[in-house]
């Protein structure tokens, strides 16, 4: 991102002159309190919203240049997680994760030959015939993960995925992510866990009033 500014109303910018770059198969954390623009800058990566000013390039796809036709390929690119998980509740873990493969056209074969292996990846094998409501928050939250990556995107965005886990569940979530790093995804990730922040050692980007107010590279965070 060089120099984004997203400017929703006259109230002010959401973000403004937002220069961020983030090598690929990165874990960056992102930092900063409630309203200062984490998740403007998710929406402007992809393509919700459309930046007021500035460049924004992922995977060497440049947004000025991109037509709305080719927004779907772009969000293969970008898998996400929110707090509140999303899922379907009235279909299974399998399903849940199936769908993503199914809306995509992908064949019933190549279905059947992914599901599980994702599932595994995520720590779910077992689980499949499990209903969302059957499910802790941690094991949900797992589930959305697999549905994010199932289509192997090369960026996941991770927005408070712990926000509504207990200590132990929020860890299992936060190895899950390390794991997809390990495999060479690229991780953007929210969190207002001080304890997940120091002790993740990654690097930290601090965002307060729709700027960016600190940078960190691995190592301890102290706080903005
Ligand atoms: P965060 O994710 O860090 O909590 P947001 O990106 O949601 O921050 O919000 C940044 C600022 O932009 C806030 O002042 C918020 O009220 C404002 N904002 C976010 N989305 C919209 C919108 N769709 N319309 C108007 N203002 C918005």
Known sequence: ?????????????ALERVSLHVEPKEFVIIVG??????????KLLTREEKPTSGKIIVGGIDYDKLKDKDVPLLRRKIGVVFQDFKLLLNKTVYENV??????AGIPNREIKHTVPKVLDLVGLKGKERNYPLELSGGERQRVAIARAVVRQPKILIADEPTGNLDPKHAWDVIKVLEKINRYGTTVLLTTHNQDIVNSLKRRVVTIKDGQIAGDRAVGQYKGA
Request: glycine share 10%.
């Open 1 to 13: 991102m060089d120099r984004v500014t997203k400017t929703y109303n006259r109230r002010g910018s």
């Open 33 to 42: 309190p409630s309203g200062a623009g984490k998740s403007t800058l998710f």
């Open 98 to 103: 199936a769908f993503a493969l199914e809306i």
